[in-house]
């Protein structure tokens, strides 16, 4: 059995889901079919049912919880020299640095982050896109008795410093790879090829960077939604007929192209608030902005720039 030798721990809505569909295109990497796994957040926890829990603060029912579901994730691995997960949750999750320090300790750890203001307010366009915002208004953030601070996805996910310091207080540091979401958006390819060379993989090949995967944004067109969304009523049809032919279905690169490329259309994205930005990074993360240029040796003075 071979389990994971690199894992991608975060952040959320930091393109995470790109760098797995870039990797998944590589012939000598193994991805987990589940794309977030969270095992070593939840192993041995019991998961909640979506509708017993209405402020959403067990958000991810399709977690792994034993290591005998983990183990088979990677059953059909042959001979790829990387075999990897994705899982943010691992990010924030305060154990899971432990476990996995534990269960894979000479695993390579790859971190994308976005300013943490940013990746917030994408959050919250995300949660609007499935119409499950925390809140009415993003400005609700500041209320720290507020489920914005409760639930681990919101504001406390910013909080890189604290959460990546655990990590590098039991990894060695070559074990860890940071990048940042703005050179995902400048030099895609540059950023993909360095992370195939660091997996040890071919760090020639090229993906498709063609698609634009999980945009966030509110639905213009909620009928339009219902037929193309993310739980639109064609997919939970056919899933529930054949889960194999959906399963088929979905890896159609071309079908994945046009359908990503219609959700974006009927998505708006109304431009965060100046003052809501300053407040973000002056209340509530520019210190851990500042510790975090320390730890991972990046200038993030941009991250800190209230003039935006």
């Given at each position: 059995?071979?389990?994971?030798?690199f894992?991608?721990?975060?952040?959320?809505k930091?393109?995470?889901?790109?760098?797995?569909?870039?990797?998944?295109?590589?012939?000598?990497?193994?991805?987990?079919?589940?794309?977030?796994?969270?095992?070593f957040a939840?192993?041995?926890?019991?998961?909640?049912?979506?509708?017993?829990?209405?402020?959403?603060?067990?958000?991810?029912?399709?977690?792994?919880?034993?290591?005998?579901?983990?183990?088979?994730?990677?059953?059909?691995?042959?001979?790829?020299?990387?075999?990897?997960?994705?899982?943010?949750?691992?990010?924030?999750?305060?154990?899971?640095?432990?476990?996995?320090?534990?269960?894979?300790?000479?695993?390579?750890?790859?971190?994308?982050?976005?300013?943490?203001?940013?990746?917030?307010?994408?959050?919250?366009?995300?949660?609007?896109?499935?119409?499950?915002?925390p809140?009415?208004?993003?400005?609700?953030?500041?209320?720290?008795?507020?489920?914005?601070?409760?639930?681990?996805?919101?504001?406390?996910?910013g909080?890189?410093?604290?959460?990546l310091?655990?990590?590098?207080?039991?990894?060695?540091?070559?074990?860890?790879?940071?990048?940042?979401?703005?050179e995902?958006?400048?030099?895609?390819?540059?950023?993909?090829?360095?992370?195939?060379?660091?997996?040890?993989?071919?760090?020639?090949?090229?993906?498709?960077?063609?698609?634009?995967?999980?945009?966030?944004?509110?639905?213009?067109n909620?009928?339009?939604?219902?037929?193309?969304?993310?739980?639109?009523?064609?997919?939970?049809?056919?899933?529930?007929?054949?889960?194999?032919?959906?399963?088929?279905?979905?890896k159609q690169?071309?079908?994945?192209?046009?359908?990503?490329?219609?959700?974006?259309?009927?998505?708006?994205?109304?431009?965060?608030?100046?003052?809501?930005?300053i407040?973000?990074?002056?209340?509530?993360?520019?210190?851990?902005?500042?510790?975090?240029?320390?730890?991972?040796?990046?200038?993030?003075?941009?991250?800190?720039?209230?003039?935006?």
């Amino acid at each position: 059995m071979r389990l994971p030798n690199f894992i991608i721990i975060g952040a959320g809505k930091s393109g995470t889901t790109a760098l797995y569909e870039y990797l998944a295109e590589h012939p000598e990497v193994y991805m987990s079919k589940v794309k977030e796994t969270n095992f070593f957040a939840l192993e041995g926890e019991e998961l909640v049912d979506p509708k017993d829990d209405p402020q959403q603060m067990y958000h991810y029912p399709w977690s792994i919880t034993t290591r005998q579901e983990y183990d088979a994730l990677f059953s059909e691995v042959r001979d790829e020299k990387a075999v990897g997960e994705v899982s943010p949750m691992y990010l924030y999750h305060s154990t899971a640095p432990g476990k996995i320090s534990e269960s894979l300790p000479g695993v390579k750890l790859i971190v994308i982050l976005r300013n943490p203001v940013d990746r917030l307010y994408s959050r919250f366009m995300h949660l609007a896109r499935e119409r499950r915002e925390p809140s009415e208004a993003f400005e609700d953030c500041f209320d720290k008795d507020s489920i914005w601070w409760r639930r681990n996805d919101l504001i406390q996910e910013g909080f890189y410093y604290t959460h990546l310091k655990r990590y590098y207080d039991l990894f060695d540091q070559s074990q860890i790879k940071v990048y940042l979401y703005e050179e995902l958006r400048s030099d895609p390819l540059r950023l993909i090829q360095n992370m195939y060379d660091f997996i040890g993989v071919d760090g020639w090949y090229e993906p498709d960077l063609s698609v634009e995967y999980n945009v966030s944004g509110k639905i213009k067109n909620p009928f339009v939604d219902r037929f193309i969304g993310q739980k639109s009523i064609l997919k939970s049809a056919l899933s529930s007929i054949s889960p194999r032919i959906m399963n088929t279905v979905t890896k159609q690169e071309w079908l994945k192209k046009h359908v990503n490329k219609l959700r974006k259309q009927n998505l708006t994205k109304p431009a965060l608030k100046p003052g809501t930005r300053i407040r973000l990074i002056e209340e509530v993360y520019g210190n851990e902005i500042t510790k975090l240029q320390k730890l991972i040796g990046k200038d993030l003075s941009g991250w800190l720039d209230t003039t935006k």
